[in-house]
């Protein structure tokens, strides 16, 4: 089947796409017949949670998985202000994993996703998330590849990354995009809209978020990409004026202005604006993303694989995205680990488009955390994982030396004292 091919049958035929993946006859059946002679089995599982430091630090949730043949899996299921209940949750699957094939990673996550009754959600597919990538960490390890290769190979050389700026005026947003300019780097992204401390403003707030993208474009000039994350934050009205005002300093997309429950309130801000929407990080598995693409309510889908289901899902999602000429820009403010697994899937999607970073390959914390590995990065770009498996391990006795610590998300009300969204 040509490229040409798949996208005239466009939506009719996107479950053929995923067939080819996870069908009888495709990748998955060659990962399983490829490890069968190895005779791996699921020893063991153990969660780890992770704190960032600092005041109010994240958490991090990392999950291993164990083998009889030596070889141990890493995941990630990281949830903000949440890293305790998810790793209760990636514990479940314990009794349902030890003494059987990791190799089986499509049967695994409909038995973890169908089996329980009640299914999806954020912290149950996350999860899953977790647990599907250190699956697919092992199998790659046990043959000997890197996990893009046995996703099918490269569809790039290179991956377009974009990391995070921000800053309290216009002046330092400028100031701090226009340093991310000058390392190399092509993108970045922030919220521009503003709060007093907790506080957001409806009019203050858009306001002051238009001039913070005004100087920041003034600064960097046509070229480089300024990604914007409302974050769920505005109100429709918000939502709509702030779009209409941002869209003649042409950023590449706004991300998250509206909220999860109403997928006509995204269609009515789609309506209302010509600037490129984005959104997914919030959303669970490929049936989340279906209508959206189906409806071409966004310009960039944004799943983030230690929440949507695991590497082969949003494999599955960038899929049937592709087949409506959506492209893939994926959710990751996470760790090396979750970088890693969305690189993974980046490599091999041809309708990928960018890929988001938090850390940027140069901080100690994440050097001693990983025992000094993790992505490759030049001149904005991250060059394909060389590593077999997923290409990162977790040092055990640094992990233990940052135990977990309970994290609160901001509390955002409106002048009122009503409560916002986040």
């Known amino acids: ?59 991090y949730v990392f999950v ?56 999806g959600g954020p912290i149950l597919n996350s999860a899953i998330s977790a647990v599907e990538i250190a699956l697919w960490d092992i199998v790659g390890q046990a043959l000997g590849q890197p996990v893009w290769k046995l996703l099918g190979g490269k569809a790039r050389d290179r991956v377009q990354m974009y990391v995070h700026g921000g800053g309290s005026s216009p002046a330092a947003y ?15 992204k922030s919220g521009f809209i503003t709060t007093d401390g907790d506080v957001i403003d409806p009019v203050k707030s858009v306001r002051e978020g238009i001039a913070n993208l005004k100087a920041t474009r003034e600064a960097v000039g046509p070229d480089f ?3 914007i994350d409302l974050h769920g934050k505005t109100t429709p009205t918000m939502a709509v004026e702030f779009c209409r005002r941002a869209e003649e300093y042409s950023p590449f997309f706004v991300e998250e202005a509206t909220q999860l429950e109403d997928l006509d309130e995204l269609s009515l801000l789609r309506s209302k604006t010509r600037i490129p929407l984005a959104t997914g990080e919030r959303l669970t598995t490929k049936y989340a993303f279906t209508q959206m693409c189906h409806r071409h309510l966004v310009d960039y889908v944004q799943p983030d694989v230690v929440h949507c289901g695991g590497i082969l899902e949003m494999k599955k999602i960038a899929t049937i995205a592709e087949a409506y000429r959506i492209e893939l820009c994926p959710h990751n403010p996470q760790s090396d680990v979750s970088t890693l697994a969305s690189l993974h899937v980046d490599f091999t999607t041809p309708n990928f488009a960018i890929q988001e970073i938090t850390h940027r390959g140069n901080e100690q914390y994440w050097k001693d955390l990983f025992y000094g590995g993790g992505p490759v990065y030049t001149k904005g770009f991250a060059l394909p994982p060389e590593r077999v498996g997923l290409g990162v391990d977790l040092d ?11 994290h609160t998300r901001q509390q955002l009300r409106f002048p009122d004292g009503g409560i916002a969204d986040h």
């Open 64 to 119: 291993k998985i164990y083998t009889n043949q030596g070889i141990s899996g890493l995941g990630e299921g990281s949830v903000t202000s949440k890293a305790a209940t998810v790793a209760a949750a990636i514990d479940e699957h314990k009794r349902y994993l030890v003494g059987r094939d990791p190799a089986d990673i499509e049967m695994h996550w409909q038995a973890m996703y169908r089996w329980p009754r009640w299914r």
């Open 174 to 188: 400028a100031k701090s995009f226009l340093q991310a300019k000058e390392e190399g780097w092509t993108g970045a």
């Open 225 to 227: 990409r300024i990604c």
């Open 1 to 59: 089947m040509t490229r040409r091919d798949f996208f005239h049958m466009a939506a009719s035929r996107a479950a053929a796409g995923i067939a080819a993946i996870s069908g009888a006859e495709g990748l998955m059946a060659q990962i399983r017949a490829q490890a069968k002679p190895l005779n791996l089995k699921v020893t063991d599982l153990k969660t780890f949670i992770v704190n960032r430091g600092g005041a109010n630090g994240s958490n």
């Open 396 to 406: 055990e006795k640094v992990a233990a030396k940052r135990p977990y610590q309970p």
